[in-house]
Nanobody
């Protein structure tokens, strides 16, 4: 599975942004997907995840209520809509995928994902 993240940029606080992740190499309905982010000087943290069917999503508390994750298995894409952006959302955002069927709690951990995109930088100014 190859993943390509896009959509990052420089945004004002309070604004909105949509990140996309395009997958290739395998039918997307065969894997769960997620987004992680890494702020300057910090470790990578979970943002959101979505099951392969597209019917179930999970969010980190830090973004819950401001972020919506969706996927289109017909197009092999995943989209992360971010609203009410905050300066603390500044980070490199990575999309990830796993073909292994894992429990819900594991979706929030980096080690559960075998495939990673290259990352896209989101900068939110105050």
């Amino acid at each position: 599975v190859q993943l390509q993240a896009s959509g990052g940029g420089l945004m004002q606080a309070g604004g909105s942004l949509s990140l996309s992740c395009a997958a290739s190499g395998r039918t997307s309905s065969n894997y769960d997907m997620g987004w992680f982010r890494q702020a300057p000087g910090k470790g990578r943290e979970f943002v959101a995840a979505i099951r392969r069917s597209g019917g179930v999503t999970y969010y980190a508390d830090s973004v819950k209520g401001r972020v919506t994750l969706s996927r289109d298995n017909a197009k092999n894409t995943m989209a992360l809509q971010m609203n009410s952006l905050k300066p603390e959302d500044t980070a490199v955002y990575y999309c990830a995928a796993t073909t292994t069927r894992i429990i819900t709690s594991s979706l929030r951990t980096e080690s559960a994902y075998a495939y990673w995109g290259q990352g896209t930088l989101v900068t939110v100014s105050s």
